[in-house]
């Protein structure tokens, strides 16, 4: 592979994609033209830290999927990719530090082939399009060569990371756009095992809701983000940084040919030199926050980041559609200090009838997840 050549490339094309002179988020990392600093270094940091991102594609002529003629996920399976991507991203946290950047003309690190192979596209790799399809089947009923949304995959690679003990890490994901600390720390045990905590949630009803914007681009300034698995309706993207108002993403729509890991093997189409972005009000309204916490100091400062709740508020006698418009008002209020989601110690007592949710302790302020 020409590393060179492909950082050129990328940094070539992401300047035909520059927006304007403001600064770039992305995963956590500020980039921004200061006294120090031009807009070419700063251009050239982020093109870096873009182009060393693991990028999952569709893949064809694979063994097929067991059961079904499928070898290649082309048309259905954007979104595990996606999922595969940001999972991937906190493997390379894990293993090789948010720091780390591919470098000219130096040779990748063991832990680099590693994380790849987890994602080889056989049976037997944990987290190949294969496993992910047919864990998908026998745990959620999805068929093999269906869409999968955000929510639901997010907890297929969950399920898989936390059946394996050879994994280092473990995965908690949200199911009502709430964190609980204490459900976190069981799952992560006495001696702390880093957690990719991924949080599905819903924003708007009949489609992205605009008031969303500002407080969806703060997710990239948290320096434990991973990114967000959404996009638009049916197409999903991996969003990992803005610029005003739009998102930078990889996009796994391109089908490539498998490669084989079993020897020395290239590694150019796992890493991508073309830039794309998307409008951020253009995005589907279902999408999955991910945030990676190597240590428990991390978790807890990712907690101090986010909106604590703070009130206590019963709901009785309410219908479901009245339920969701009272979250609405309620993450749309005017403090502007708030995030799309809460944290919380302990998980709250519902009891639920078809018109009828009564709140038995803390509520949140976030915005059920429909998906």
């Not at 270094?41 to 991102?53: A, E, G, N």
Request: glycine content about 6%; overall charge negative; hydrophobic content about 35%.
């Amino acid at each position: 592979i020409n590393k060179n050549n492909m950082l050129q490339t990328c940094l070539t094309y992401f300047h035909s994609q520059l927006l304007t002179n403001s600064p770039f988020w992305m995963l956590g990392t500020h980039y921004v033209q200061s006294e120090e600093t031009n807009v070419e270094s700063v251009l050239d940091s982020f093109v870096s830290h873009f182009h060393s991102r693991f990028w999952m594609t569709y893949r064809t002529n694979y063994e097929p999927i067991s059961g079904t003629a499928f070898s290649s996920d082309t048309g259905w399976g954007c979104m595990l990719r996606s999922a595969q991507m940001m999972l991937a991203e906190a493997l390379s946290c894990h293993y090789l530090g948010r720091d780390w950047r591919i470098q000219k003309d130096k040779p990748f690190p063991p832990k680099y082939y590693e994380i790849l192979k987890l994602f080889e596209d056989k049976p037997s790799a944990p987290y190949s399009i294969h496993n992910l399809a047919c864990t998908g089947f026998e745990t959620q009923g999805k068929n093999i060569g269906d869409w999968f949304g955000p929510s639901t995959s997010a907890h297929l690679i969950s399920k898989i990371t936390n059946q394996k003990k050879d994994i280092p890490i473990t995965i908690y994901v949200s199911n009502d756009s709430m964190v609980y600390t204490q459900e976190v720390k069981v799952q992560c045990g006495s001696n702390w095992s880093p957690v990719l905590i991924v949080i599905p949630m819903r924003l708007g009803i009949g489609g992205f809701n605009s008031l969303y914007i500002q407080k969806i681009k703060r997710l990239f300034q948290f320096p434990q983000s991973v990114g967000i698995i959404g996009g638009r309706p049916r197409s999903s993207y991996y969003f990992i940084g803005y610029q005003d108002d739009y998102f930078f993403y990889l996009d796994p729509h391109f089908t490539q040919q498998i490669v084989d890991m079993s020897s020395e093997f290239e590694t150019g189409s796992y890493h991508c030199d073309r830039p794309a972005k998307l409008l951020i009000e253009e995005l589907d309204p279902s999408l999955a926050a991910g945030f990676f916490c190597e240590t428990e100091q991390q978790f807890h400062d990712f907690c101090d980041r986010t909106t604590k709740v703070k009130s206590r508020i019963t709901l009785t006698s309410i219908t479901t559609k009245k339920l969701i418009t009272l979250f609405e008002k309620i993450k749309l209020g005017d403090n502007d200090d708030e995030y799309l989601f809460s944290i919380a110690e302990h998980r709250p007592v519902y009891t639920q009838s078809d018109h009828q949710v009564v709140c038995l302790d803390e509520s949140t302020d976030s915005e059920s997840d429909l998906s």
